[in-house]
């Protein structure tokens, strides 16, 4: 099963604990939140670097050399 960590500061005293039911779920549903976030940063990350390159590919299409589009988009 799962555990945590209790950490008495003032002792340093350090416990390791089962975490109950509750905690595990929370875990649980901490963890989903945490991955569809991430999935969604993944997915914005990715429609940027798409759209940068899809820029690129436009300017260069109009006559502008790697250095001006570099220049331009850097």
């Known amino acids: 099963?799962?555990?945590?960590?209790?950490?008495?500061?003032?002792t340093g005293e350090t416990t390791e604990?089962?975490?109950?039911?509750?905690?595990?779920?929370?875990?649980e549903v901490?963890?989903?939140?945490?991955?569809?976030?991430e999935s969604a940063?993944?997915?914005?990350a990715?429609?940027?670097?798409a759209a940068k390159v899809s820029a690129q590919a436009k300017l260069k299409?109009?006559?502008l050399s790697d250095a001006e589009v570099e220049a331009l988009v850097g």
Request: charged letters at 25%; one cysteine or more.
């Open 41 to 44: 940063r993944q997915s914005e």
């Open 46 to 49: 990715d429609a940027k670097a």
């Open 30 to 37: 901490d963890a989903a939140a945490f991955a569809t976030a």
């Open 1 to 10: 099963m799962a555990t945590k960590l209790i950490v008495n500061c003032a």
């Open 17 to 27: 604990v089962e975490l109950t039911a509750e905690e595990v779920a929370q875990r």
């Open 61 to 63: 299409a109009l006559g």
